[in-house]
């Protein structure tokens, strides 16, 4: 089993909708959690840090539920330029900052 | 503010032959640096980390090195290239454990 785990997609959604991924961690000693967005061919930019008590920024909400281990992502009202592949990474708070990142989730967002 | 620094942006390299990539961090201090790989299609791939000048740990045993001469200065090298090692080349740096990872714009290695 990965220590990181996402659902690869893709996810193929009209403009407008709302869209939620998750991401499954194993490591129940993990610190901290982020969101990243890779586009095609280009590196992966951070989205957001999530933290215990979710946070918010614009159209996009994140949220960690420690007891089940995993956090997710929701967009809302979904725009062309969301269509991205969405990496979630777990920091274990130990080992220089390393981040166990998963495979990423593919969004393609249809007018 | 801080940025990184990663060049070049593509190369393309004959089998056998050496290889290095340099990454530079401004506007910080003792970085925690890392090198990894994305292989098309595929997800991140953690090569080496370093907290300090002259510390390397290695994540995967494989045909390349990793050395950090300067405090924002991190160089992957390889003596002899294999055609397992074309791939998506990240440098990234965090401030803290606890600190999300910031990315170079990354070097795409073809193997001929």
């Known amino acids: 089993r990965k220590e990181v785990e996402q659902d690869p997609g893709p996810f193929n959604v009209p403009e407008g909708a709302t869209v939620a991924f998750n991401c499954t961690y194993s490591?129940?000693?993990?610190?901290?959690f982020f969101w990243y967005r890779q586009d095609c061919r280009k590196e992966p930019k951070l989205l957001m840090s999530?933290?215990?008590s979710g946070n918010e920024d614009g159209r996009f909400t994140a949220q960690l539920n420690r007891a089940s281990q995993y956090i997710s992502l929701l967009i809302r009202d979904s725009k062309l330029s969301d269509s991205a592949t969405y990496l979630c990474?777990?920091?274990?708070?130990?080992?220089?900052?390393?981040?166990?990142f998963g495979d990423g989730t593919t969004l393609t967002v249809k007018p | 503010s801080q940025t990184i620094h990663q060049w070049p942006a593509t190369l393309v390299q004959p089998v056998g032959s050496p290889l290095s990539l340099e990454c530079t961090v401004e506007?910080?201090?003792?970085?925690?640096l890392y090198w990894y790989r994305q292989a098309a299609g595929r997800g991140l791939q953690l090569l080496f980390y370093?907290?300090?000048?002259?510390?390397i740990s290695s994540e995967v045993p494989q045909n390349l090195s990793a050395s950090r001469p300067q405090d924002r200065q991190f160089i992957l090298s390889s003596k002899k290239l294999l055609l397992s090692d074309s791939g998506f080349y990240l440098c990234?740096?965090?401030?803290?454990?606890?600190?999300?990872?910031?990315f170079g714009d990354g070097t795409r290695l073809s193997i001929l």
């Open positions: 490591n129940s000693a993990s610190q901290s």
């Open positions: 370093s907290v300090g000048i002259g510390q």
């Open positions: 999530v933290y215990s």
């Open positions: 506007g910080t201090s003792n970085p925690n």
């Open positions: 990474a777990v920091n274990a708070g130990t080992n220089a900052g390393k981040s166990t």
């Open positions: 990234a740096w965090s401030e803290d454990t606890n600190q999300p990872q910031h």
